[in-house]
Structure formats: structure tokens, C-alpha cells
């Protein structure tokens, strides 16, 4: 239970690492968007494994196929299956997977919930479960972009204890993808994978924070009380893996801030309402108001690190487990497309919900 | 649309500040549970404003009438529909409220959305919408103690500056209701009413933590890949009013550690399996691991102020605002019963879709 | 659980027959629709015991108050809740129902299922319970009627043996209202009464037929292949009291003719596509096709008679049951407005539907 | 829009009849059951066409690959994806489909609707869509077979105007599955095959009934008030393409007893409450009381007939379409693994709420 998301544009994935694939399903998608593979793939390109020296080095191709709601290059609102086969492989490595539990990772709980557990390249908690939710994002991104101008995007902003300084409002693309860290101060960047090269050859892992963006916002997207903008952003977020926070506009740091000072005071500009500030991160009362939308999510370090470990085993009793071969020691630049598409995703949701009440 | 939070065990929330009442209905309450007013009325007042001098002076008393889903002191799981009257009125002071909106307010963006606004009190945006979600989470807390042993409980660790250093582990209802402030370090929350007290007296108000506990969790609660704990407890924090953040477990602080610290090892404890440290927050995977649950939910400062603001009128002209009368320094220690609540709702929504796939 | 309906335009019913009240909470109803108690109270006038000779004698004035979601005079856009209250009251005839299970009720069922019972009246299995529903629905058909011009309605085409002829394209509300049994075909309406009249006083009841019919609507409502306009229609029909069977078009009767006679042919009228017969009876792969909807909806006999009839106590021993005082011989002319409330929940939630996904 | 059926065992179809192919994600699906190909693919052989002389000839193996969710021959708990390859092919004669709309098929509904058409094939409304159905409702009936006892099954009960008299609680499946036809009435089979062959010759269909029959059920599955169970069966045989009506226990005919006649007594039978007469179905106030729930499906005439038939093209100009090579004379032997499959997938819903709001 627990894989759809969405209630008008909306998505279920499925998929273990090892198995026939991963795949989704999108419902809801509007008729007549041209659509190919050609523009998910690059957003798959992004998220794959082994793009760079600071990912980990399983290649995989990652090859996605519509298999279903797409007829003469447009989308016929009928649902769109998407599918990437898994390159299937059982190597030795893997075996003590199948007997110990990794610390910090997913094997336990899985164990004790449901009693049966695909142990190879951690079934279904492998972070091949988020290729369905980019194959989708890709999608949501394009008509976002095609009938609203709306824009979302993703960086990385702090990588341990290093910080970038990233504004919202004017982060350009290009900057972010310039880097393999994907982080648009390039200067911050030579020093984030110059930590992270570190760190995997001590065979430690690292988190980080990747910034969300979206602009270009109507007003009026949001439905309270329960589906706030910032909420469904926040469910969409802490659904990722290794994400333990979020917060949008001024977030954890306002809290330090007097009510006068962290009012966001309204103008007339040509007609349209603007904010002379936006700590509101371009939300108000769970509605977007225009402005720029801003978010932060925490990734913790990855859990896979070169090292034994105390644990324990399907028996329950205790043991010590140690990565093998080589490992992800950032989950970071891969997280960006991840993020991206997930806000994507919430954004598409809202804007025909929001259509379909307010739409007349 | 936007206003029913949960899958089984299911509320709607309806009502605005002024006008009928506020209430909810709750849909998939089990059967069979003695319930009364009297199991709702205390978390109500905890919520209420005029319950201590850093609150809002505004006088209600929030009296709480089960409408149906009882019968002989039982639940009959039917839908339990629950009411607070409004005690109406419409003083002078509100007018400037009909035709200016207030900064950081949602005023605005109800506007633009909707196109037609209940100005009254600020109608759906006031704070007021809680109450069902109060009242039927006081429900959700009450099976959740009844039947799995499961505590939840919240307090207040930090107001504007001030940090107070509180173990999840161990912190006691009796020590965070021992103050108005609801902190449960007693030393800190005498200067955090202090802090209180001084931003009321300058017109102005402050924002802070709450910490959200729960102890006593099985192993396996949790809907991955979406509905994972984290996501709906994320999702459920986010969706409350002023609410900026949410993190679990170690954070937007784990970011700075290394995979090897942050790791919670493994250790078998008579046949249990139990973690050595809990930076995971009692959920890996999204699925709880039997730990503590512990989160943080960031709260802005009050956006209503007794100082005059730049703000635009329905017109969309440029004008001023200031705050009348008395008003709310400090939302947190209402804030408590709040994410009691919707933690409550989110965990036995979460048990009861995790018996019925897992449940023999 | 199981009492929302709909997905855009969402309702929530709540309430017993005894207790605090029966009511709705509306989510999703469009902002800036003019609404009042006298928008809804007509139709539930219509739905109330008592109206007429034929009906049970059971005094209820049926009040409707609207709680929320209205504000000077015009929707919010927030849940709109409806409350009637209860006029509550215990006689003794009651007792025996508290112990022995009515024969073909749903006594039994809500004993064994829930394992406790709101036994006076029936409690959630009253027929009450439809006041929530054609409240919800009085507001959809206002919707309808504006928005769309689309219009609903239903009438009694058969009454145990006695089946009036209508046609879908030409009834007329008058001709339906003009009479106590709401056929529309006046010499027919007088042999019902008469049959419906021996009946009662034979302390029997009977069954029969409402005709659904929708006018006016437009092409391409309806979401296939799972919420095809027919099956939403179904389930709305089928979850109303006494209901145990649908069709549409041609329905049952339609599987002795051939695919060559059934077909309806299209032809074009002044760059309309039209049918030549409507055998589809509006609705094609699920779909509206423009053309009128209509459906039958079979309502079994009331299951009350005055006569002892074998059944079980609570204790699940035999006993006899007898019926007390006066009953209600025939549902049917009640049956009208809720026929055409659950009919406009199921048109506007998909006119909401059909706008957000294929409206630009 | 609509392509997902069911809350905790969740099922979402896609795909058309040409391009990649179709399928279905169940999620929700308990772990642990053993589940492989094989417990599928007999289903879907009686599902296809081309397994008589009576159905459509058209030659197609589907064959079903699982493809996620099951590890080591049992069911995760996660998604269970399941794909059936398309043999495509686009012959000279589907061209005329392009351009114009086929009589009483959706091709017009749908080009209207979308504004953009896979015609090859029937695209999304062909019958192939009822594959993921097939294949999904194969699992439920396992799980309702393994877990509850609970038997599904169906059978062709009238073909045009030849009508068998079965007993849903004697029926037999060996009988069923006797003959071509699915009915368990030897001596009419023979001569509905008669009448299917007559018209095939003739270039015409036919339409008729199926029974659905679930026994073995305990008492408590349905959720009131909108989720009852005969309105889930309702709505779940709507959805099924050519369907036209639907009626559980006495249904259409007994709206012409009275309610003495028509009510079913209760009779204590060795501490288990029975009813003598099941003229409610197995459902009384929309949740099962133990009986045998029964039910008819009426099957409209197949669309497409081997005859010159007035349509428009797609210039909304008027035209003419005459079927081609050969036809499908009646889809009832097929539907009887469709009415199979979607009763079962209401049913294992049906069972898991249940047991998570009354299951302790």
C-alpha cells in the first residue's frame, strides 16, 4: 500500500531492484501533450547511477519505454505506463545482504513488517524506486512549463558542513548543471566534491541540503486546510529516501525572527500584488501568492559505508556487516532530478485541482 | 476540496471563524470505544485561546457536542460528527479587515483564489479550523493508548532564541503542563514567558519549535513508497496553520554528520531488536523500527501585529495596516495540543492500514 | 467507513435516526454560487415522511441549517456542512427492536459486523441517513442547472405490476409533481395510489421503479475504464436504501435484440453528432455522448409490514417480530429526490473531472 | 482519469489494444501468498479471444509476465506489476476506423472527449483493457480462496431470449466450464451455441446475462453507507465494457412481491443466524449476512456487425461503416471471467476494510 500519489495527475510506481523492472503509471494525464521518450530520459540521465566520480559507479543504463497512453507522438489522456527493465544480476556480494540487516538502511523494518523480503540491491527500498517517480516528473515538468510557465528546479545547496549561498529568485540552470555536485556556486562546488571525493576514499559517506524552486506561479494553487501547497510539498519531499526535513521560505531559520520582521509586506505593482519580501517562501495560508516558492530538504548521509558495523541477523542475533565493492558516498546530485520531480509532481496535481473547483 | 486528512480512519473539517460552528466528522473510527465529550473536552481547552496570559485574550470556551457514531457511551463505527458552536460576533474593529489584507496573512491568496472571502475573524484561516482536527485527534490519541499502548505527546523546545534541551526519551506530560508555556524545562520556560510577555507588551509577536513525541510504537507501521511515517507526519505538520519546517530524527542537524556516525547500529535485546542510537527517529525506510518517533515543527511568528504595515487593499491599491486590540504573541503552546493531534491521526491511520494488508 | 462520496465535488454523511442530528459536509462545491436554506429545504420536503397519504405517517419538518461555507449568500469554497437536527424521541414501540432483528433490515448485519447497535430507529440504517445525500444534492443540481444547463430529475414509472409509460426526452417535473406517487403518467398515477393504499391497509408494502433522466448535457463526461458515467451512476443508485438493481438505456431489455437492432446509428445535424435512437441511453464507452441519460432504478418492498414474521434475537434465538403502529408502504415517491440527488453528486463530480483534465 | 478500482487492494490498468501493451499494478496485496504466472494465466485463457468457435477469432496468447512484487515464488507486499506484450499488427482494414466513428462504440465519446484517438484497434476501449483486470482479480480470488474460503464464480444465464435456470448455490464450475458458452444448463448451452453460430453467420451479435455467485462469505464485509457492498459489485460490473445493467438477489423482479412475500426470515441454525428465503442476495443493508451473494450482469449485443450501418466521420459528416473479416457474435463467454475478476477485487477490498475497522 502506499504507491500511488496524486489525486488528478496521479502516479504509481512500482519495482525492485532486482526483478523484471521499475516502472509507473500516470492517470490523469491531459490529452494531446506531445510526448516521447526523448523528454524523460535526460531527467533519468540525471538521476542514474554512475554519471560521475561522486555517485556510485553501478553503471546502468536506465533505458525507459512508454508502453501505454501515447498515440502519434501525443498523449491521449488515457494512462501513460512507463518502464525501465532492470540489467538483472545476483553477484556474491550480495549474499550476506540476505541474512544481516544494514544499519540505518530499510532491511529490518521491511523484515518485521511485512515477513518476506527481497534482500538483492534492497528490492523495493533501492533508490531505483525513484526512476518511476523522474519518469514521471519529466512529464509534469513539461506541461507545467508548456501551459503556465512554470519552472521547477533543484540544486545542491550545503554538502556537510560546506554552504552555498543560492538566491531563489535568479539560480539559472546552466550553473547547476554546470558541476557534478549540481550545485550553482562553482567556486563552493570544486570544494563540495573535493569533500566528497574525501569521504569515499575513507569510505565514509555524507548528506547534505538540496534547495527547491519553482517560478513563474499563478496565484492560487493550494487547497487547505490539509492540502497546503507546503504540505503536499512536504509529504512529496519526506517521501524520498534519506530525507529527514523540509521546510519552505524562511523555514527553521524564521523561528529566531519577531513577527514584524518576518512579515512579508504586500504591493501594488502594475496591478498585481507583490511581496517586498517573501520569508512566506511564496505561500500564504497553504495557497501559492505569486511569489517565487522556495523549499529545503535534508538528505542524510548515505547509510552504505565501507566499514563494519555492529547489527544483527534474520535470527535476530547479533553480528557485524561491512560494505563491499564500491559505494555512493553522495546521494545529493542524484537527489536534485529527485526533488525536481516530486515538486512537479505536487505542482500539476494542485494546478488541475485547483482548475477543476476554481477553474469557472 | 482539500479538507479530509487520512485513508481509514478518516476526518473532514469544515467551518470558519465566524458564522454555524467549526466541526469535523470522523469516518472509520473502530467500533466499540467508550468515547464522551469528556474524552474531548481537555485537549480542547488546551487548544483554545484565552487559556493563560501569553496566549490571545479572546474568551471561548469551545464547548465540544458529539453529534453521532455514539450510542450507549460506545462507538457504533458510524461516522462521529463533532461541533463547537461559534459564539458570534462582529465588533467594529474587524471592518478593516473586509477591505485591506493582512500581511503573511492568507488573506490575499483566499481572495484570489476564491474570488470571495469570509473577512470575519479570517473565516477558514483561523486558527479556529483546528478544533476538529483537535477533537478528533484527542479520539485517534485515545485508541492509540487503548489498544496498542502507544503514547503521543508534544512541548515546546524552543521560542524565538531560547533552546530548551529535551529527550524524547524521557520527557513527562506532567512536566511540559506545568507551565503555560508548555515547555518542559522548567527554567527555560519561565524565560521564554518572560520573552513572551516582552514581544506582546512592543506589539509584536515570536515563532519557535514544537517537538512531537511518540513512544511505545510496534515494529512496521508505515505505507511505503509514498505514505511512508515520515511523509504523512511531514505532510500532517505541514498542513497546520504558521507552520515553516518539519524534520525527524537527527535532521537539518545530520546533514553535517558522516555516514559513520550516523549510522544506528543494530543490537539484539532478549529476542528484540532494538538500536544502539536513534538518529533514524524510529522510522526506517518509512516504516517505524519500534524507537521513539521523535520530529520538530518550525512555527513562524504571528503575523498579526500592533504596528502599522505596508499592505494593498481589495482594490489592489497600496495602503496601510495595524493590528487592534490585544492580540496572539505566541502560537506554540496552543501549537502543542495541535501536533498531538495530528500526529494521533496520522499514526492510527497508519495502524490500521498496516493491520489490513499485514494484519494475520 | 464508506461514507464520502465523490472525488472533486465530495460528500461526507454523517448521523442516527436518534441522537444529536443527520447532516453533510460538502468539499469541492465551486465558490461564488448563491446559496440559502431555501435552495435545499424543497427537496427535502419532497424526501420526508409524512408529505402525503401513501408515505410513512411520521411527522418530521426536516429543517435544514447551513453551518459553514456560505458567506453573504454566496459559497466559499469551503466545506460546506448541513445539519438537520433531530426531533428525538423514545416510545415504547421501540423496544422490541433493541433485542430481535427485523427480517430483511439491516439489523443482523450491523449487529455482527460492528458487534454494537444504535437499535431506536434504525439508527445509521434509517432512511434518514438520506437527508445528508439530498441536501449535497440540491446544491449539485443548482450547479448543474447554471453551469451547464443540465438538467435532472426522476420520476415512479412502476409500482408493483403497474408500469406507467415515459419518455426520457419529454417528462415533465409538473406532470411528475402533480401527483403524491410522482408518475408523471396521471391515469397510472391513480391505479398506484389505489394499489399502494390496499396495501397499507393490508399492513403489506410493495416495491417498484424510479426513472433517472438527465437532460441537456454535454459530450465527454465520464472517466473511463473504472468511473465510467454508468458505473458511478450504479453505485450512486445501488447505495441508496431498498435499491437492488440499475440499468441504463436499454438495459436489461436490451439483451434480446440483436447488435444490428441495438445499434443507435449517428447522424449529423447542423455540425452536432446525434444518434438516431438512444438504445446507449446517453453514454457510450462510458461517456457521455449528448444525448439524454436515463436509468432504472428497481426498489425491492419495504421491508416493515404489520404482520409476525420469524426471526432471530440478539441472543440468536428464534423468535416472531410484528410491526407497530403505521408504516410506510411504499418508498418510492421518497425515493424521487434521492434518486436525483445521488444522480447530480455523480454529474457534477465528473463535470469537475472532465474540466480539469480535458478543459484547456 | 479512472483508471484505478479499489482503497486497499488497489488495482490500476493501462494500455491499448496496439502499441506496447497492456497491464496492471496491484497494490495493497498482503505478502507472503505464494503467487506465480501459472495462478494467472488460466484466467486470461478464458479471458482471450479466439478460444472457440464463438468468440471473436482474432488469435492473441497473452501471456502474463510478473514483473515486480513477488520474490522467490511469494507476494512482497509491494506492487505487483504484471504485463501482457501486444502482437501488433495494423492491417489495411482497420484504416476506415481512423475516419469514422463506429455505431454504439466510443470512438465518437472519446474523440470528443480527448480530441485525440488511438483508433487501431479500439485503442483504450477495446476489450484487452480487461487483461490487468483479469489478471489482478486471479489474485483476489487466490487470496479470498486461501484465506476466507470464499468461492467467486460466474455463468452465462440467458443468451438473447434463451434463458437457463440456475441455482447459485448449487452451481458448479466443471459444469460451467462444460461448454463454450459458460452455461452450466447442458441442454441450453448446446442451444445458445446454436444461436450465437445463426448469428455470426448472419453477420450479427447477440447480448445476454451472466450470474455472478460468491459463497462462503462470512457476515460483516460491505461499508455503509455509499461503500455498500452491492453498490461496489454495482459499480465494479458497470465498469465492464457492453455492460448495461446490473440487480443483486430478487433484484428487477422483485420489485413486483410485496413485503411480506419478499421478506427474507431469519432462522437460528445451530447458533449461526440463517435466513430461510435469500431474496436479499447475501447483502442486507449493503453488508453480508452469510447467505450467498448473487447477481446479473446484462450484456448489451456486440457493437460491431458484419452490416452497412449509418455513422459520421470524423468531419461530423455523414457516412457509412460496414465491419469487416471477422466478428465477435457474443462477448458473454468471455465476460464471465470479467465478472469473476471484478467481483473478487470488490470483495478482497471489501475484506481488508473490514478487518482494519472491525478486525479486533
New interface residues.
Given amino acids: 500500500?502506499?504507491?500511488?500519489?496524486g489525486?488528478?495527475f496521479?502516479i504509481?510506481?512500482?519495482?525492485?531492484s532486482h526483478?523484471?523492472?521499475?516502472?509507473v503509471?500516470v492517470?490523469?494525464?491531459?490529452?494531446?501533450l506531445e510526448l516521447a521518450e526523448s523528454d524523460i530520459q535526460p531527467d533519468l540521465d540525471r538521476r542514474r547511477p554512475g554519471q560521475s566520480s561522486i555517485t556510485t559507479p553501478r553503471k546502468e543504463t536506465d533505458t525507459v519505454?512508454?508502453?501505454?497512453?501515447?498515440?502519434?507522438g501525443?498523449?491521449?489522456?488515457?494512462?501513460?505506463?512507463m518502464?525501465v527493465r532492470n540489467e538483472d544480476f545476483r553477484s556474491e556480494a550480495y549474499n550476506e545482504m540476505a541474512v544481516k540487516?544494514r544499519?540505518?538502511?530499510?532491511?529490518?523494518?521491511?523484515h518485521?513488517?511485512?515477513?518476506?523480503?527481497?534482500w538483492p540491491g534492497g528490492?523495493?527500498?533501492s533508490a531505483r524506486?525513484t526512476i518511476g517517480r523522474v519518469a514521471a516528473g519529466a512529464i509534469a515538468r513539461k506541461l507545467l512549463k508548456l501551459?503556465w510557465g512554470v519552472e521547477v528546479l533543484a540544486c545542491v545547496t550545503?554538502v556537510?558542513?560546506l554552504r552555498a549561498h543560492v538566491d531563489p529568485q535568479t539560480v539559472r540552470v546552466e550553473d547547476i548543471e554546470s558541476n557534478i555536485v549540481r550545485c550553482p556556486d562553482s567556486a563552493m562546488a570544486v570544494r563540495m566534491v573535493e569533500l566528497i571525493e574525501e569521504?569515499r576514499s575513507a569510505g565514509?559517506?555524507?548528506?547534505?541540503?538540496v534547495l527547491g524552486v519553482v517560478r513563474g506561479l499563478p496565484?492560487?494553487w493550494?487547497?487547505?486546510?490539509?492540502?497546503?501547497m507546503?504540505?503536499?510539498?512536504?509529504?512529496?519531499?519526506?517521501?524520498l529516501?534519506a530525507?529527514?526535513?523540509?521546510?519552505?521560505?524562511?523555514?527553521?531559520d524564521?523561528?529566531?525572527?519577531?513577527?514584524?520582521?518576518?512579515?512579508?509586506?504586500?504591493?501594488?505593482e502594475g496591478?498585481?500584488?507583490r511581496?517586498?519580501t517573501n520569508?512566506?517562501?511564496g505561500i500564504?495560508?497553504?495557497?501559492?501568492?505569486g511569489e517565487t516558492v522556495y523549499f529545503?530538504v535534508?538528505?542524510?548521509?548515505?547509510?552504505?559505508?565501507m566499514?563494519e558495523?555492529?547489527?544483527?541477523d534474520v535470527q535476530?542475533?547479533?553480528t557485524t556487516l561491512k560494505g563491499r565493492g564500491r559505494h555512493d558516498p553522495c546521494v545529493l546530485p542524484r537527489a536534485v532530478p529527485m526533488v525536481e520531480a516530486m515538486a512537479a509532481l505536487v505542482l500539476i496535481d494542485h494546478a488541475?485541482?485547483?482548475?477543476?473547483?476554481?477553474?469557472?
Same sequence: chains 1, 2, 3, 4.
Fill in positions: 500500500m502506499g504507491n500511488t500519489f489525486h488528478l496521479r504509481t510506481t512500482w519495482g525492485e526483478g523484471g523492472g521499475v516502472g503509471v492517470d490523469g494525464c491531459p490529452p494531446g519505454q512508454i508502453l501505454s497512453g501515447v498515440f502519434e501525443r498523449t491521449l489522456g488515457t494512462p501513460i505506463s518502464m540487516f544499519p540505518s538502511h530499510a532491511d529490518y523494518t521491511y518485521a513488517k511485512y515477513g518476506h523480503r527481497a528490492g523495493r527500498t524506486e501551459r550545503q556537510k558542513g569521504h565514509d559517506s555524507v548528506g547534505g541540503i496565484v492560487g493550494g487547497e487547505p486546510v490539509f492540502d497546503r507546503e504540505a503536499d510539498l512536504g509529504k512529496a519531499m519526506m517521501s529516501p530525507s529527514k526535513g523540509f521546510d519552505v521560505g524562511s523555514g527553521f524564521g523561528v529566531t525572527l519577531t513577527g514584524r520582521e518576518h512579515n512579508d509586506a504586500f504591493r501594488s496591478g498585481q500584488v511581496t517586498v520569508r512566506s517562501g500564504q495560508g497553504g495557497i501559492t501568492n529545503r535534508a538528505f542524510k548521509p548515505v547509510a552504505t559505508v566499514h558495523q555492529d547489527t544483527v535476530y542475533a547479533n488541475l485541482r485547483h482548475e477543476a473547483q476554481c477553474g469557472r
